[in-house]
């Protein structure tokens, strides 16, 4: 049996789907022959990671490019030419949408704009690639979950290492039980930044070629901020440090170290969130913490997520990684290899497996495989959904100031205080209608 098929074995157990494939699919099946037609929305440093990957894929085709920001855009049409193709540079996502050539969208725009191009692409009868976190409020998941499932579309999530062969083994190890009885698992990143981090910019004028109020789409209207837009080529994003756009470290970084948790664990969610944390460092306009420490109760186990920013402990300068810790020994597993630790006298012996080929181009290729052949990919809608709730709520517990009792089925909380903080609301005219 696969890592694929155990992963999808316990997706099913806890999603309560019934098949892999659906007979209501009305669109075009590709063949294995079949052009791809895709378009990429949003083409900045990881929109342009994506174009590159899709297009190592045999039979796609890089149909469009799309961004607000005109530089993106005339950057990406450059890179698709030199590979041969010939996309259409185009401004607005809903010329996309209304394009019924196109077959895919990929959807790499800043969080904010995720659920909601998501699931209009849904709507349009399009398959869809969209980044993460898919969502950054409980309203906006379960959109997502529901239109992808209405409109039978295959919805790949950009958490990518769960296509990486050494992250499959490393869940099988933890399901397997040769580590014992896991207690605790530990999730983090560090770095370490000047304490001036991205500056105090003011409120100023949008750059040429910025179409600022379609950036900012369902957020509340703002004045133009380098900060708060902070796309640039030379720079890790700054818009992800501010509630509008989404979630600071959690749900940039500690997704993907969360995401594997949960994978390992049969797809789990935590009963119990706890969140601890601030600016103690940085001196700039971020708004979310630059240290930040969450324990998520799983009831078998104990989950934590850490970061800092003002330390790597002496070792580099993006550190990122998770342990599990059992009885009988220690899983260490990053995006490079994993290694088993034994605990004295338990007769398990010291392992270690390499990553072996980069996870990225391999996620693609599980999602064009699916888009032909109509099956659940690796990073399901669903399984995403639930891995960005999990990060939503250690920020809904860090800005609530409070613990959090989280109920599933209902997707809420038992902390009243804590709610306002679980669901967006957007700016007219856009709404989220599944």
Sequence with gaps: MTNQSID???????????????????????????????AFVGVGVMGSENLKAAMEQPGVQAAAVCDVYQPNLERAAAIARRAGHQPKEVRDFREILADKSIDVVCISTPDHWHPYITVEACKAGKDVYVEKPVCLSLNEGQAMITAARKYNRVVQAGTWQRSGAHFQKACELVRSGELGKIAFVRTWIYNNMPQAGIGNPPDGKPPAGLDWDLWLGPAPKREFNPNRFGVYPK?????????????????????????????????????????????????DDEETPDTLQISFDYSDFLGSWEHRCNNTGGTKARLMGITFHGTRGTLYVDRNLYHVTPEQGSGLEESEMKRVADPHPLHWTNFVDCVRTRKRPNSDIETCVRSSESCVLGNVSYRAKTRLDWNEQTQTVAQPEARPFLYRQYRAPWKLEA
């Design 8 to 38: 999808r074995r316990g997706f099913l157990k806890t999603s309560g789907a019934t098949a892999l494939t659906t007979s209501l699919f009305t669109g075009n099946l590709k063949g294995a022959n079949d052009k791809i037609a895709a």
């Design 235 to 283: 720079a890790y994003s700054y818009f992800r440090y501010f509630w509008d756009y989404a979630g600071g470290h959690v749900t940039d970084s500690g997704i993907h170290m969360l995401d594997i948790v949960q994978m390992a664990f049969g797809e789990a969610m935590p009963k119990t969130i706890s969140a601890l944390g601030g600016k103690y460092w940085l001196k």
